[in-house]
């Protein structure tokens, strides 16, 4: 059998986090539109989940905030002037524009990219596939960046691939692994992709919400990189009007486990014979549904339950639920995610982490961070500056309280002296993750 391991690449917070309501569908990011946030406190809840996981054994990786504001969007549009004058303006006419280009959504990694491991594709390497995020103006903006910073982690071409993103249409449109979940008996052998879509590229929907990913995506994505054991299922329509803008908000699994609500799939017997179908030889998969009876959607998508993360820790014979503080709050979610630990199934215990920062622009545990499979050799191939440890943790710890906001309303988004910390912010951490010179687009513009 060959060896590997799930590897967590987190997305550390930026300085310009924020709740200005981009996200339709997001029941939380509207909810909270207009409070002023937290920057500190939220880099530091997502620097206290990383280095509780690298504390239990699970290899963690850092990966670092977009350049916020993210002027040479602004300057695509028109706006002349000093950074200052192109800022200014760019609230005054054109607030919806400016504020996308200051939003601080790539903390989310699961929506930066989709994993295909290199047991699963058709070379042999890591295929790390950046998402183009067209379903939203402020996400549409990652790609670019989103594929120098995956580069940058896994450089060696001989063992990873980073493609350009799917193109930028709504035909294909891919918000990345927070719609995949890959099963398999153990890392090292072959596994089942599951991929699910919301909707077909040239369906007329008429949801209340969007269903932000195509099949036609899906498929390109198992395509390009050969992925094995590729399985496509729909999510269901209530899911989504029910708020779960992404299938990681009603679905999380790994190793055999897929944890998942009774109305995530649209159908969800077809889902299992097709999962079983493409495990047939390999494994046996464990699915494991949560009845609304027990969990109503509704308490699903507010607690976060299914945006937890499920770990196999090293010492640990059953899998760890990660869930977030808003489901042990919950009596109902508490409740079946302790009623989870309590069966003879394959999850054996659940813990809480406090993300309250990301949880209420709608982004759980498991949105912070892309899971990236690794063999031994390509664990040591990745950039080892951007793997924490106590030292790392503590040297960003550090940089974090000095360079962030502890308050930030989004009207102070238009302080041209946040542009200037940001910078500052993101200057000194290329030198921390050892990121190379010229890494943020307004280092070269310099």
């Not at 910073?149 to 990345?176: M, Q, W």
């Not at 102070?412 to 200037?420: E, F, I, Y």
Request: proline share 7%; aromatic share 8%; glycine share 8%.
């Amino acid at each position: 059998m060959s060896f590997a391991v799930e590897a967590n690449c987190d997305g550390l917070v930026g300085p310009t986090h924020s709740y200005a309501g981009l996200s339709p569908g997001n029941l939380a990011s509207e909810k909270n539109a207009g409070e002023a946030s937290n920057p500190r406190a939220a880099v530091l809840e997502g620097l206290a989940k990383m280095r509780r996981l690298a504390q239990a054994g699970v290899p963690q990786f850092v990966l670092p905030p977009h350049e916020r504001p993210f002027l040479p969007f602004l300057w695509s549009l028109g706006f002349e002037g000093s950074d200052a004058e192109v800022l200014e303006t760019a609230w005054r006419q054109a607030p919806a524009f400016a504020a996308a280009a200051c939003s601080a959504s790539s903390m989310w990694a699961a929506n930066a990219a989709t994993v295909t491991p290199s047991v699963d594709s058709a070379d042999g390497r890591v295929w790390l596939s950046p998402a183009n995020l067209v379903s939203n103006l402020h996400r549409s903006l990652e790609p670019g960046q989103t594929g120098a910073i995956l580069r940058r982690l896994f450089p060696d071409e001989s063992y990873f691939a980073v493609p350009p993103a799917l193109a930028p249409t709504a035909h294909l449109a891919d918000e990345g692994a927070a719609n995949h979940v890959r099963l398999c008996a153990a890392h090292g052998e072959p596994g089942v992709n599951l991929f699910v879509y919301g909707r077909d590229a040239w369906e007329r929907w008429d949801g209340r919400f969007p269903a932000r990913q195509t099949r036609e995506a899906s498929q390109a994505l198992a395509r390009r990189s050969g992925a094995h054991g590729a399985v496509f299922v729909r999510q269901a329509k209530a899911a989504i009007e029910g708020g779960a803008f992404h299938n990681d908000v009603v679905c999380v699994g790994t190793r055999e486990c897929l944890l998942y609500h009774e109305q995530a799939f649209e159908d969800v017997a077809a889902m299992q014979a097709a999962v079983r179908a493409a495990a047939e030889g390999l494994f046996e998969p464990a699915f494991v549904e949560i009845k609304a009876a027990d969990l109503p959607l509704a308490d699903a998508v507010s607690s976060y339950l299914f945006n937890s993360q499920l770990l196999e820790l090293p010492g640990e014979d059953r899998l760890v639920l990660l869930a977030p503080i808003e489901t042990q709050e919950n009596p109902r979610a508490r409740a079946a995610a302790e009623a989870l630990a309590s069966s003879n199934g394959p999850i054996g215990r659940v813990e809480y982490v406090d993300v309250r920062q990301s949880m209420r622009n709608g982004g759980g545990p498991a949105c912070l961070r892309l899971r990236v499979v690794l063999t031994p050799d390509e664990l040591e191939a990745a950039n080892q500056a951007q793997r924490l440890d106590a030292v790392l943790h503590g040297r960003l710890e550090d940089w974090a309280r000095r360079r962030y906001r502890d308050r930030l309303p989004p009207a102070d988004l238009a302080d041209p002296a946040l542009l200037d910390e940001t910078r500052a912010a993101l200057d000194e951490l290329t030198q921390i993750l050892d990121l190379g010179d010229g890494f943020y687009p307004f280092q070269r513009f310099d």
